[in-house]
């Protein structure tokens, strides 16, 4: 199947500071997503981005799906964008959707 | 959250006991998916559904069986639980299956224990 790495894996920050979180694939993948899990648990849906870039105030998202890699941006990072961040896609346009292990931000006030 | 919810959001259970998992939604969306999450594999997918009676497997569907008799409730059943199912169970809701710009939803978590 289609690997994927997601880096880098632990990431702190001081609050302010900014930051690219990346989604590397072996092979072409569709249905790409980024969601965070905030540290209570709960998962939330940030970005569907099979391709493009997209914006939603200050966190953005790029993927070049013709180079493998999508991109998740954090501007002026706060101490609530705490977490874990993952990419998920599936292979081949099924439902099969596989999550990568996902990269732990940490944000210090 | 709004429209999904798990039950229950937290179970202790014995080794060898069968053990089911409700995930309710009021969206009437046609997708449901069941995840485990564990530490250092993040998470996988273990059952979906694409509609009433219509379920397949995803990478871990080993020990775990499904079932949706009704378009707002899918079960996961473990038969007869291990330790290695000890983990956090999702479930999550969309309504179609080409297109995730909306409605891409998680329920909020069972946390399940196999003692």
């Known amino acids: 199947g289609i690997q994927v790495e997601q880096s880098p894996p632990d990431l702190i920050l001081q609050e302010g500071a900014n930051s690219t979180l990346r989604c590397n694939f072996s092979?072409?993948?569709?249905?790409l997503q980024w969601f965070h899990q905030n540290p209570w648990g709960q998962l939330i849906n940030l970005f569907y981005?099979?391709?493009g870039t997209k914006q939603n105030g200050r966190l953005s998202a790029t993927t070049v799906a013709t180079e493998r890699y999508s991109l998740l941006y954090i501007s002026s990072s706060q101490t609530t964008d705490s977490g874990v961040y993952f990419c998920?896609?599936?292979?081949?346009?099924?439902?099969?959707?596989?999550f990568g292990k996902g990269t732990k931000l940490t944000v210090n006030p | 959250d709004a429209g999904i919810t798990q039950s229950p959001r937290h179970k202790v259970t014995e080794t060898g006991t069968p053990v089911t998992l409700r995930c309710h939604q009021t969206?009437?969306?046609?997708?449901m998916y069941w995840y485990r999450q564990d530490p250092g594999h993040g998470l996988r997918l273990i059952h979906y559904?694409?509609?009433?009676?219509?379920?397949d497997k995803g990478e871990v569907s080993d020990g775990y069986s499904v079932s949706r008799s009704k378009t707002e409730d899918f079960l996961l059943t473990l038969e007869s639980a291990t330790s290695s199912q000890t983990s956090v169970y999702f479930c999550?809701?969309?309504?179609?299956?080409?297109?995730?710009?909306?409605?891409?939803?998680f329920g909020s978590g069972t946390r399940l224990t196999v003692v």
């Open positions: 969206e009437n969306h046609r997708y």
């Open positions: 981005i099979p391709s």
């Open positions: 559904s694409y509609g009433v009676k219509d379920t």
């Open positions: 092979d072409s993948v569709n249905n």
């Open positions: 999550a809701i969309s309504p179609l299956a080409g297109n995730r710009e909306d409605g891409y939803t």
């Open positions: 998920r896609y599936s292979q081949g346009g099924s439902e099969k959707l596989v």
